[in-house]
């Protein structure tokens, strides 16, 4: 059975009380477990990581090699504008992943129109709110089948 980390980044923990007028007013537990939902359907497992902190995340992307994880479905938050360390991580362990905004950066300030993973992701899909996520889960089972 294929397993999917679900990684998230600062700030995302806070989803169902943040700018909801921005981000909706689902929870991150609420969005992960229709996720994980979509996922299990497919006979896929989710593991899932939320932290704050930059270093554990590239903690994070570094175990999931020793784990044999398929793919990443990856919503970086803040530090898809600045994180170039997350990105060296990302093509370090050589695992796709699919980049996930719920608000559309691009129609946002500035300093958000530059992703530091957008050219290296299989995809990127923003701007959905939660649907984001399960459209993400979606293409990562259609890019799972195809590559069985
Ligand atoms: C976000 C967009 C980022 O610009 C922002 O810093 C976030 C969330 C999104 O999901 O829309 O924290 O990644």
Redesign the pocket.
Known sequence: MATILLLN????NLLGS?EKS??GELTLDSISKTVEDKLADASIKLVTYQSNHEGYLVDRVQRALTESIALIIF???????TSVALRDALLAVEIPFIE??????KE??AF?HISYFSDIALEVI??KGAM?YTDAAEAAINYLNKKD
Request: no cysteine; charged share 20%.
């Open positions: 980044g600062p700030n995302l943040r921005i981000y919503n970086p938050a803040a530090y898809t504008h996930v905004h719920l608000s559309e950066p946002r300030e958000r923003s701007g984001s």
